[in-house]
């Protein structure tokens, strides 16, 4: 039998312009869920039901009244921007950005209990991305919400969409001669 993990299907990749019709699309489907009750009393999920935009979806279980987060289910495409899979690690281990900026959304999520919704640019191993990051509570009680669907699209930015990053010493070659000499210079001397 083949698992879940070895079927995921390859991540579509997004333009720019896909990056808010994804976002309005999933709080759609959500809220329709919602109104509905389809999901019962576990609050989990079924990523299946979001279609091509599965491999940008994640289910997070929020642990210590959302002191911290571990992630019960991970769509494929996010391994780009989050360092590989993290099925079943908690969200204090991602890298940054990403572990900073979605914080601050599963927080905000899990403490109101109403979704959460932020633009923002990265620049990760030489590419500069456009990311929407969207936080829907799925379940919770009186006090807060106990699980999580977070969805984040990214897609190159348009400005750097064919350029990597300069790092290093490129960065450093690129520069005026007088910006070189003025980092050159001990302060205080």
């Given at each position: 039998?083949?698992?879940?993990?070895?079927?995921?299907s390859a991540p579509r990749r997004l333009r720019r312009g896909d990056l808010g019709a994804a976002l309005r699309w999933v709080a759609a489907k959500w809220l329709d869920g919602f109104g509905r009750g389809a999901d019962g009393a576990s609050g989990s999920v079924e990523l299946a039901q979001f279609g091509v935009l599965e491999p940008y979806l994640a289910e997070a279980i929020v642990l210590e009244r959302g002191a911290d987060f571990m992630f019960a289910r991970w769509g494929a495409a996010l391994d780009a921007l989050c360092g590989g899979d993290r099925s079943g690690h908690r969200l204090s281990a991602l890298p940054q950005p990403?572990?900073?900026?979605?914080?601050?959304?599963?927080v905000r999520a899990a403490a109101e209990q109403l979704p959460q919704a932020r633009h923002a640019t990265w620049a990760l191993d030489g590419?500069?991305?456009?990311?929407?990051?969207?936080?829907?509570?799925?379940a919770g009680d009186e006090l807060s919400a106990t699980r999580l669907l977070v969805a984040l699209f990214f897609a190159p930015h348009p400005m750097f969409a064919a350029q990597p990053v300069p790092r290093g010493e490129m960065?450093?070659?690129?520069?005026?001669?007088?910006?070189?000499?003025?980092?050159?210079?001990?302060?205080?001397?």
């Open positions: 039998m083949i698992s879940h993990d070895q079927c995921r990403s572990r900073g900026q979605l914080r601050r959304l599963c590419r500069i991305w456009q990311c929407a990051m969207l936080v829907l509570p799925t960065l450093l070659s690129r520069r005026s001669p007088h910006a070189r000499r003025a980092s050159a210079v001990p302060p205080n001397s």
